[in-house]
Every structure is written in structure tokens, then in C-alpha cells.
């Protein structure tokens, strides 16, 4: 297990490596012009100005030497300096925004993993029933319905219409940084990031949960009279819960991703509003920056997910020890 | 004396795509307590269908008509409840695969006790008498209590689901393809532990179509061909000569008598013959054999058969 | 003169003994199936006449009609400076479709190149390839397209830039799958005994290639058009993708944004409802090709 986890861990700054050299690569490819969204609306600056500012900034350099650059100081945890920021480190803004993501992508996920389990497993216990066929057909629904379209519908319906919760934003955003928890605000965005994933969830278990419930082990319990309850929570839903646990990993992405409409549409100030603000301005380190941190997030969420694997699954625990 | 299960007139098909597949067609059965029955057939005779049938681990999409009896009491229109009580406690499985009928992901004590306790047996009770049912048959609760299944050797495996069927000293075991999966020296050995389980006391139902399994146990045998049971007799009558010319032709097929496997193949379960269903492949076909399907003749030593050979005596 | 009247009554032939297969495998379709491709079929219909059935006037500003619900006269009620929302819907539906298609033609082409490089080269190439596939898949579609289209929206305007943004996106799932097709299928014994028989590499891929990868790279375009469909409205919608003038569906999202406070739900509710119908309506179809297709993509093409 710690052998599992240092190799992941070793193998995490070749993966940043890997990202930050695509990236790289991509904003040379690109005609875009760094100086230019540098200066942005101001179009009296004139030529020597413009060149000014790319020498301070290492524009003018060779590609060879800005990679080098680039890398040397991503190595150093220096992602360079962002616009929306007002030129202050791309690390530390980064950093003040992230508690806030936390709070809603965390609570999200814990909305997620909870619903998912528990409609995913009463669907397959009632299958063929109306009750399983709500839930797929909601579950179906929810797959094809943009997030952002039910966030807005969301919001009108109980913000505006009925005024039962905030609009938006946070009524405290230093709390918030600070990683206080402003549950009046974090209900609805919370709530919508996590329906953008609940579907998948839900449907993986109820079918999970199918394919367990047709193996020998669970007819075999069933054939020595055990209650059909207990075959269901003790027999079948442990084994299911094994390929759930993988999902959380690759599904911490999407999560992350999807925070940029949710916290856009009710003004929440975290990352996702940060990434958006930074579109807006053509803040390409901010951007970048955060690819970078989302990497991270990944892979850590994806080694997390092994590690609760080997630690609920007995017979790959014993391959790995 | 009386009999402990009578299975009468039991016909179960399922609701496919492709047309209801017939799986057992008016099959007629009984056993007597303390009596061993071989249930023997080709796959897809229909013989695992009779096992599901009477344990009630049938899927939904499932006809079922005639009548099962334990005891007198029927079991086909029982709610699920007192069903449950009934397997498991009167009734056990012995299955197919160990290796595979045991929960991967959970210890073997909770499901030992578990298993137990589902047979009505409190907690210290369990304990006990899985400690000496473990112990009789070579294994100590605590050792197996704390590992998993793939810990196991298979026979391990095969001695913990076991000792998880006769902890609720049932009337009747039910053993599905014991041989299913062992290599041909273990055999024997698959024999041995059948005949304990039978000096217990309880009715033992083997479901197999291992004909080499088969005689070296004794009791009775039914040998079923395309949904239908064609023979039912003493197991040695039916090894010292069968009544039915597919039981006759099964025994040459074997690999230490002829070798000499059947022509054709048996029928598709969705579309059986209205003649016997045997007919096509039979060297001893005539006429009638065509025409309809045959009753179970009373042949000699006790046996009945499904051809028209014994309809004249 | 006759050969080609010959030539031409067998194509026709075989014409007519399509559609006969068609209609004999829409006989099996269930209903689901068959309601999403009449729906499917009424919307890219409409999508494509949509100047016939009301021609879009951007100028048609009607300030007396200003955020004016549903009603006989506007279907779908007015927006925030009085035009139909009708018609702008069903332009943005007609807009947003053409760019998720060519979007998804994109990305679907990205696939299958990088798949048939890693898996007819073998080797280093492979590798690389398939690592650099690897950075890729493991990025958050949305936030990455996101640096995408902010690196190419000057150079290649926001259509295009979208376009952009999901074609490199959503193309390592294909590539992967076309690599493994390739692999297997140079084991089976038909295509080695091709190589063996001195079988060029364009003969190669024509005869034995191609008509395998077709299923999947087919698949994999219908599954990516929803996709597409999202990331399009959603980039509008965030004022990062089309130019806040065009009626695509995420710009019109984006007003209906604007009007929530002034209770103009509908302007949020409608082009919503086009992209749920349309998601829903690919989505069917392409899961029942999926199931008969092949099962085993089922797992592997989660886009």
C-alpha cells in the first residue's frame, strides 16, 4: 500500500511535467498574443511600449529558453502572474479562492455519493417496478439536460418565484476564503453540481448492483433462506460498492469542470468564477494554472480512489502486500 | 412408507425472446427420507431447473405449474416468508462452485453465522454447532472464521459450503453438479463425502451429469432428456442395463465402454417434438415412435420408461 | 448506352434493397427508438428550413413587446428587446447543430488519425502517442476547452474556435478504441495472411481496415454530437464561444440569464428544452446502436 502510494506520488510531477509541456506547446502553436491581452483595452500603448513589456515579461526569448523558464519556476511553484489578479502570483490567488471550491465541490460529492448509492440500490432492489422506471427515466432526463439550463431554472424557481434561497454569491466572501461554511448560499449550487453527476452514479449502481445480484454467491445466500434485505445490503452491496469507489476519481474532473457554469451562474467565488473571469480576460497563466492544479486534483483523487479499492476489496489487497 | 418430497406433474418454462423455453415438462418425482436420488442428464436437459425450482431461485420470467410437496405441505403457492423458512432449514444446496458461491468480499465467519442464524439458530448456538460440523469435517471455526474464500483450497471451500448447507440438519440436501469443474480423480473422493452427508440421514438429490459420479453412488436414478425424466429406477439397474434405448446409448458413449457418441443432437427446448423426442436419434425407432409422445411403461426390475418398446408388456 | 442504363438499374437495385433493409430493421426498432427518430427527424427538418418557416430579422426589435410571455402570437414569448423567441430558438437550434456536427466531425477525425498512427506504427511511436493521448483524456473536457478557445478565439473567431475546442477534446476514447481494433485485427488470420500475401498498405486498409473501424468511428461521431451540442451552448452561454450577436442556443441562454430577475423564465426554458430534446433524442439512438453494434464499446466509449 505505501509502496502503491509513493510510486503514484513519484510518478505525479512526470504527469504536471507532461501537462505543462502540452499546454506550453499549445499557447506557442496559437497566434494569440500575450502582450496584447496584457495591455487589453488600452490602445493608445504604443510599439516600444508593447516590445517593453514583452522583454520584462520574456516574450521575446527563444522557445527553447521560455520552456526552460517556464518549467524551472513551475518546479518552484511559481505559475507565473495573472491579469485578473492585478499581476499578483497566479499560486496565491489560486490558493485564496480554493476553500470555497472545496466547500461545494466536496459537498457535492458527498450529495452524489449518498443519492447515487441509495436510489441505485432501491432501483435494482424494485426493478422493473414504476419506482425503477422513475428513477432511470429521471436519471436519463438528467444525462441530457444541461447543467447550467437546470441551474437557471433553479434559480428562478426558488430564489426568484418562491425566495426560499439566495440568488447568489456569499453574503461573507471573507468567511468563505477563510473556509468557513455558508450554507445558505452553498445549497443550490451544491446541490445542481451534484445532479450533473448524480445520473451516472445512480445508473452505474442499480446495474452494478443487478449483475451482483444474478451471481452465484447471492443465490447461493438466498437458497439458505436468508431475508432478501440482507442478501441485498450484506451480500450484493459490498461488492458493489468496489467499482463505485474507482468511479470517484475519474468523476472528481468532471466535477471540478462543472463548477465553472455553477459557481458563473450564482456568482460563487471559487476557482470556477476565478477560471471564468480569467477566460474572460485572456488571463493565460491563470488558466493554465489551474489546468495544472486540476491535474493534481485528479490524480490524487484517482490514487485515493485505489487506496479505498485495496482497502475494501480483500482479494487485491492481498496481491498488493 | 411415505414420501418426503413428491414432485408432481412439474412443468417450468421461461418467457424468452426467442419463445418459451420448455426447461421441464411434466416431470414426476418423489423421495422417501433418508433416500439418495440422481437426477441425471445432459446439459440442458433440465436437470438444474428442477433444483431452482424446488429451492424457489427461479428469475421472473418463469411459468411454473403441477405441484412440489415436502411433507405434505406445498410449496409452489408459499409466500416468501414461510418459503424462506423452508429452504435453508428443510431444504439445502450444496452448489455448483464453491469457489464462486461464497461472498468474495466478506469474511467466512459472518457468513457461517449468518447462514446459521437464517436456519433459526441464536448466536452461541451457531457458534457451537458450526464448530463441531467444521471440526467433523476437518476444519476449525476460528482458521476459517477470518479469511476469505480465495484464502481457501477447494476443497476447503467445498467443505465450508457444506458444513453452511447441514448446519440446519435439513431433511433433504440438495447437491447441484458436485463434480462440475474436479478434475476425474476427485471423484471419488466428491462420492465419499455424498454418501456422509447421506449416512446423516437426510434425502440426498444429486444433480449431475457425470455418469461416473453417478454409479458410484447408489439409490435411485432419473435420467431426463429434453425436459422430459425418459427413465426412473434403481441406479444399478439402470448401469447393469437401461430400459430406455437413450440411456442405452448414453452408457456405450461413455469413454471406457464404446466411446461411440450419439448422432444428431437433443431438440431445441423453444420447439419440442409432439412425438418422443428421442425418435430422431433412436436406433430402435418405429413407426409409433413418430406419432406421439410415450407414457412411462413399467419396464423390468421396478424401472419405468418413456418408449413404447415397454408399452406392450 | 446500355451498359449504363445496365449499371445504372443496378444501383438502383441495390438502392431499393437498402431502404427494404432499412425498413425491415425499423420494423424491429422498439417504440422509444422509433419516437426518438421521429422527433430527431421533425427537428433537423425544421432546423434546416428554419429561413423558410420564420426568417430570423435581428433588426425586428418591437419595444412595445418587450419580455412578453408565450401567447398565440410569439409561441415561445419575446425577449428583452421584443424579438420572437420562436424564431430565434429555432435559428439557434439550426446554429448550434451545424457547429456540433462539425464539431464532433472534428474530433472524430483527430481520433481516428491519432488511432491509426499508434496502431499501424507500433513501437516508440505508439508509445509516445499514446502517452500524449493519455494528458488528454485525463483533462477536464469543459476547463480545457476553455483554454482552447481563449488561445485560438482571435485566430479563428468563435465558431471555429468551439469547433476547435471540442475536436480536441473529445477524441482520445476514439483513438484508443481504433488503436485496439488495429491491433486485434492484425492478428486475426485473414488480415495476417494478407500481409503475408504481399497485400499493399492501401489495399490493406481499404479491404480490411476500414470497413472494421467504420462502426466504431461512426458511433463514436453520433455519441459526440450531444457533446458538442453542450459545450457549444455552454461556451455562448459563458460569453467565451460564438459572438454575442448570433442566436446559438447558449447565447440565447445566456439573455434568458439576463431576464430571470425581470420573471422571464421563458427566454431560459425554451432553448433549454432544444437541447435536452436533442440530447435526448441522439442519445437514444445511438445507445441502441451502441447495444447492437457491439457490445463490448459500450464501457469503453464513455465519452
Known amino acids: 500500500m505505501v509502496k502503491l502510494i509513493t510510486r503514484r506520488l513519484a510518478v505525479l510531477p512526470l504527469i504536471l511535467l507532461a501537462v505543462a509541456t502540452v499546454t506550453f506547446a499549445l499557447t506557442e502553436i496559437s497566434p494569440f498574443d500575450p502582450v496584447e491581452a496584457y495591455v487589453g483595452a488600452e490602445n493608445n500603448v504604443s510599439a516600444e511600449r508593447k516590445a517593453e513589456i514583452a522583454h520584462a515579461w520574456g ?19 511559481d505559475m507565473g502572474n495573472s491579469i485578473v489578479a492585478g499581476g499578483q502570483p497566479v499560486a496565491g490567488e489560486i490558493a485564496s479562492r480554493a476553500s470555497a471550491s472545496i466547500a461545494l465541490v466536496g459537498g457535492a460529492l458527498a450529495l452524489v455519493l449518498a443519492g447515487g448509492l441509495v436510489f441505485g440500490v432501491l432501483a435494482a432492489a424494485f426493478r422493473g417496478t414504476l419506482f425503477d422506471w422513475l428513477v432511470r427515466t429521471l436519471c436519463y432526463f438528467n444525462t441530457a439536460a444541461p447543467s447550467f439550463w437546470i441551474g437557471l431554472l433553479a434559480l428562478y424557481v426558488f430564489s426568484i418565484e418562491l425566495g426560499w434561497l439566495p440568488a447568489g454569491g456569499t453574503s461573507d466572501p471573507r468567511a468563505v476564503e477563510a473556509g468557513g461554511v455558508d450554507l445558505e448560499h452553498l445549497i443550490l449550487p451544491m446541490v445542481i453540481l451534484a445532479l450533473t453527476q448524480y445520473a451516472w452514479f445512480t445508473l452505474f449502481v442499480r446495474n452494478t ?35 463505485f469507489v474507482t468511479l470517484i476519481g475519474t468523476h472528481l474532473a468532471e466535477l471540478i469542470g462543472g463548477t465553472i457554469l455553477i459557481e458563473s451562474i450564482f456568482g460563487w467565488p471559487g476557482l470556477g468564477l476565478l477560471a471564468l473571469d480569467a477566460a474572460r480576460s485572456e488571463d493565460i497563466p491563470m488558466i493554465v494554472g489551474i489546468t495544472l492544479c486540476a491535474s493534481v486534483l485528479v490524480v490524487l483523487g484517482n490514487l485515493l480512489a485505489d487506496v479505498t479499492y485495496r482497502i475494501i476489496d480483500p482479494r487485491v489487497r492481498e496481491a498488493t502486500t | 412408507m411415505t414420501s418426503l418430497l413428491e414432485v408432481e406433474d412439474l412443468s417450468v418454462g421461461f418467457r424468452t425472446r426467442r419463445g418459451v423455453v420448455h426447461a421441464l415438462s411434466h416431470a414426476s418425482v418423489t423421495i422417501r427420507p433418508g433416500e439418495l436420488l440422481l437426477v441425471v442428464g445432459e446439459s440442458g436437459s433440465g436437470k438444474t431447473v428442477l433444483a431452482h425450482t424446488l429451492l424457489a431461485l427461479l428469475p421472473r420470467n418463469v411459468d411454473v405449474s403441477g405441484s412440489v410437496r415436502l411433507g405434505g405441505q406445498e410449496l409452489l403457492d408459499l409466500p416468501p416468508a414461510e418459503l424462506r423458512r423452508v429452504r435453508g432449514r428443510r431444504m439445502a444446496l450444496i452448489p455448483q462452485s464453491p469457489a464462486s458461491s461464497l461472498n468474495p468480499v466478506r469474511k467466512l465467519g459472518g457468513q457461517l453465522l449468518e447462514a446459521a442464524r437464517a436456519r433459526g439458530l441464536r448466536e452461541k448456538q451457531a457458534r457451537t454447532r458450526l464448530r463441531e460440523l467444521l471440526a467433523e469435517l476437518g476444519l476449525d471455526l476460528e482458521f476459517i472464521g477470518g479469511r476469505y474464500v480465495h484464502q481457501l483450497s477447494g476443497g476447503m471451500q467445498q467443505r465450508v459450503v457444506n458444513a453452511m448447507a447441514l448446519v440446519g440438519e435439513p431433511d433433504i440436501v440438495i447437491a447441484d453438479e458436485p463434480t462440475s469443474g474436479l478434475d476425474a480423480d476427485l471423484v471419488d473422493a466428491t462420492a465419499a463425502q455424498l454418501r456422509e452427508i447421506s449416512a446423516r440421514g437426510a434425502s440426498l438429490l444429486v444433480i449431475t451429469h457425470d455418469l461416473r459420479l453417478a454409479e458410484r453412488l447408489a439409490g435411485r436414478l ?6 422430459r425424466i425418459v427413465e426412473v429406477g434403481p441406479t444399478m439397474s439402470f448401469f447393469a442395463g437401461p430400459a430406455h434405448p437413450y440411456g442405452r446409448e448414453l452408457l456405450r458413449a461413455l469413454p471406457e465402454r464404446e466411446g461411440k457418441s450419439i448422432p444428431g443432437l437433443a431438440p431445441e427446448l423453444t420447439a419440442l417434438p409432439g412425438h418422443c423426442a428421442f ?14 409422445i410415450p407414457d412411462l411403461y413399467p419396464a423390468p426390475d421396478g424401472v419405468l420408461a418413456r418408449c413404447f418398446v415397454h408399452a406392450e408388456r | 448506352m446500355s451498359a449504363s442504363s445496365g449499371a445504372l438499374r443496378s444501383s438502383l437495385n441495390i438502392g431499393a434493397r437498402r431502404s427494404q433493409r432499412l425498413a425491415q430493421a425499423m420494423q424491429r426498432w422498439p417504440v422509444s427508438v422509433r419516437v426518438a427518430a421521429g422527433v430527431l427527424g421533425v427537428l433537423v427538418v425544421v432546423a434546416l428550413l428554419a429561413n423558410v418557416i420564420v426568417p430570423l430579422d435581428d433588426t425586428a426589435v418591437d419595444l412595445d413587446r418587450v419580455l412578453d410571455g408565450p401567447s398565440a402570437a410569439h409561441l415561445m414569448g419575446t425577449d428583452e428587446v421584443g424579438r420572437d423567441l420562436f424564431a430565434r ?51 477536464n ?22 469547433m476547435l475546442a471540442v475536436g480536441l477534446t473529445h477524441w482520445p476514447s476514439l483513438a484508443r478504441i481504433v488503436r485496439g481494433e488495429l491491433m486485434s485485427l492484425r492478428e486475426r488470420p485473414f488480415v495476417s495472411a494478407a500481409i503475408g500475401g504481399g497485400a499493399s498498405r492501401w489495399r490493406l486498409a481499404r479491404r480490411h481496415y476500414l470497413p472494421h473501424l467504420m462502426p466504431a468511428v461512426g458511433l463514436a461521431f453520433v455519441l459526440t454530437v450531444p457533446h458538442a451540442v453542450f459545450h457549444e451552448s455552454a461556451y455562448s452561454f459563458l460569453g467565451l464561444g460564438l459572438p454575442a450577436h448570433e442566436a446559438s442556443l447558449g447565447n440565447i441562454l445566456a439573455d434568458g440569464q439576463r431576464s430571470l430577475l425581470a420573471g422571464g423564465w421563458w427566454i431560459a426554458l425554451f432553448p433549454g428544452l432544444a437541447i435536452l430534446t436533442a440530447a435526448m433524442t441522439i442519445g437514444t439512438l445511438a445507445e441502441y446502436w451502441r447495444e447492437h453494434l457491439h457490445p463490448r464499446w459500450r464501457s469503453e466509449l464513455e465519452l
Open chain 3, 89 to 139: 430558438v429555432l435559428h439557434g437550434f439550426r446554429i448550434s447543430l451545424t457547429i456540433a456536427v462539425l464539431a464532433a466531425l472534428a474530433a472524430v477525425t483527430v481520433g481516428t488519425l491519432v488511432g491509426v498512427l499508434a496502431g499501424t506504427m507500433g513501437g516508440k511511436v505508439d508509445a509516445l502517442v499514446m502517452r500524449v493521448t493519455d494528458v488528454f483524456a485525463s483533462q
Open chain 1, 209 to 243: 448492483m443487478l449483475e451482483i445480484l444474478r451471481e452465484d454467491h447471492v443465490q447461493f445466500a438466498r437458497a439458505q433462506g436468508i431475508g432478501e434485505l440482507a442478501v441485498l445490503l450484506r451480500y450484493a452491496l459490498p461488492n458493489a460498492l468496489i467499482p
Open chain 1, 59 to 77: 516574450f521575446d526569448q527563444p522557445v527553447y529558453e521560455k520552456f526552460g523558464r517556464w518549467i524551472y519556476n513551475l518546479a518552484q511553484g
Open chain 2, 222 to 227: 432419473a435420467l431426463l432428456y429434453a425436459s
Open chain 3, 141 to 162: 473536457h469543459f476547463l480545457f476547452g476553455i483554454l482552447l478557445l481563449v488561445l485560438f478565439r482571435p485566430a479563428l473567431g468563435g465558431a471555429g474556435a468551439v
Open chain 2, 279 to 292: 425418435a430422431d436419434r433412436c436406433p430402435d425407432r418405429f413407426d409409433r415412435c413418430g406419432e406421439s
